[in-house]
């Protein structure tokens, strides 16, 4: 048994978080601000990355002006499940259901990506910023390994 897999991962979690602090305050203001605001917070994700979408949405006790874009095809409930890689993939397809979504300059859209390449939440996170909303990129191209 790995008795130091916690102690890494905290290693990790404390290294991304020296780096990225700054963003961090930045993005913490953006949403609080949006809200005092009252704008949206829409947060985004496709496939297995949808998943901090559902964990923010209609949460007991939980933020109300957080909005889910939840475009079919990009959830894990798809059968065959590799479905959704390939329509993440596909050009235009989110953008398709995204531009039916009334965000505005007074939102936040918070996108979540594994790779930060992909067509759907490169599409999302460019037609949030077109509608004038700040936009919170959440991605690594780091590659960790624990062992």
């Not at 957080?66 to 479905?83: E, K, N």
């Not at 953008?95 to 790779?115: C, E, G, M, R, Y």
């Not at 999302?124 to 390994?145: C, E, N, P, R, W």
Request: proline letters at 5%.
């Amino acid at each position: 048994m790995r008795t130091d897999y916690i102690p890494k991962v905290i290693e990790l979690l404390q290294r991304a978080y020296d780096r990225q602090q700054q963003t961090l305050q930045t993005a913490a203001e953006w949403i609080a601000d949006a809200l005092e605001a009252d704008g949206v917070l829409y947060v985004f994700g496709a496939s297995h990355a949808g998943i901090i979408t559902e964990e923010l949405t209609y949460r007991a006790g939980g933020l109300v002006p957080v909005s889910p874009i939840f475009v079919p095809g990009l959830t894990c409930d798809v059968r065959p499940l590799p479905l959704t890689s390939a329509l993440e993939r596909l050009d235009g397809y989110a953008l398709a259901a995204v531009k039916h979504i009334p965000i505005s300059a007074a939102d936040v859209a918070l996108i979540h990506s594994v790779s930060g390449r992909n067509a759907a939440p490169v599409e999302v996170a460019l037609y949030a910023k077109q509608q004038g909303a700040k936009v919170i990129a959440l991605t690594s191209l780091a590659v960790f390994a624990i062992g």
